[in-house]
């Protein structure tokens, strides 16, 4: 069965600008290198105020809620390199910024204030197949992908269940416990062939299945960066696929 694979679109209207409330994971280039790895990334936050600019030079500015991270008591220096991402319905969006500094607002949140330095990018899928398989898997609900507007829950949350199929784009499966919001973010484990997989998720869709366990929900999650491990996952779906036609001419 086919499903979507990735491709990048640049969107460059304010348009882009996530909205107040809105999820977000900064990483931070304290290289001052958007294309290098960046020396701090996944931190959970959430955007607390947005304004636009008004004139031609000026720059869209966010407000968001000052990330924690090991490190932090050293404040970044102005100008240091950030992006934030976060899922849309039509993908992942990823918005580079720079750091302008640390302030509080509302008399008590405290948040970083970052001006946008270029334009956004929109990951959004194409066609790719997925196959029916059945494998343990744990996910772990990350900080702030628990509930609208929460930045981190007070403990992490672990979820065992198994898949229900998988492709090189994401996989869908069962798990224990409440629906998951739509573009919650996860870490996800499973192990196909032998191969340990860990990668970064965000919801697609979660709820009950008819016929199954009340206790029990039904998930589909996307890969945040499905070139991570898409040479071992074409391998196994394609294997799969091969598998589920030869048994198909022995029932025949």
């Not at 031609?56 to 390199?81: F, K």
């Not at 949140?109 to 790719?128: H, M, N, Q």
């Not at 206790?215 to 999650?221: F, I, Q």
Request: glycine residues 8%; aromatic residues 6%.
């Amino acid at each position: 069965m086919a499903e979507d694979d990735v491709k990048r679109e640049v969107v460059d209207d304010a348009s882009a600008m996530p909205r107040i409330n809105t999820l977000v994971r900064v990483a931070v280039y304290a290289d001052g290198d958007l294309e290098g790895h960046p020396t701090r990334q996944d931190i959970p936050s959430r955007t607390e105020e947005v304004v636009l600019a008004q004139s031609p030079g000026e720059r869209h500015v966010l407000m968001i809620a000052s990330p924690r991270y090991v490190g932090d008591l050293d404040e970044l220096a102005v100008g240091t390199l950030c992006s934030l991402t976060w899922p849309t319905e039509r993908g992942l969006m990823e918005l580079p910024v720079a750091y302008l500094g640390e302030q509080y607002i509302r008399n008590s949140v405290e948040v970083w204030r970052v001006e946008v330095v270029g334009p956004a990018v929109r990951t959004e899928r194409r066609k790719f197949f997925r196959v029916t398989m059945t494998l343990p898997v744990r996910v772990e609900v990350l900080p702030g992908g628990i509930g609208i507007g929460a930045i981190s829950p007070s403990t992490d949350v672990t979820l065992e269940g198994h898949t229900v199929d998988l492709s090189e784009g994401g996989l869908r499966c069962v798990l224990p416990g409440p629906e998951l919001p739509i573009g919650g973010l996860l870490t996800v484990w499973v192990e196909v062939e032998r191969v340990q997989m860990e990668l970064r998720a965000s919801v697609v869709w979660s709820g009950a299945v008819e016929g199954r366990d009340e206790s029990m929900c039904e998930t589909a999650l996307r890969f945040v960066d499905p070139e991570r491990f898409a040479d071992a996952m074409r391998r196994i779906v394609y294997a799969e696929q091969m598998r589920a036609r030869r048994l198909e001419r022995d029932d025949d």
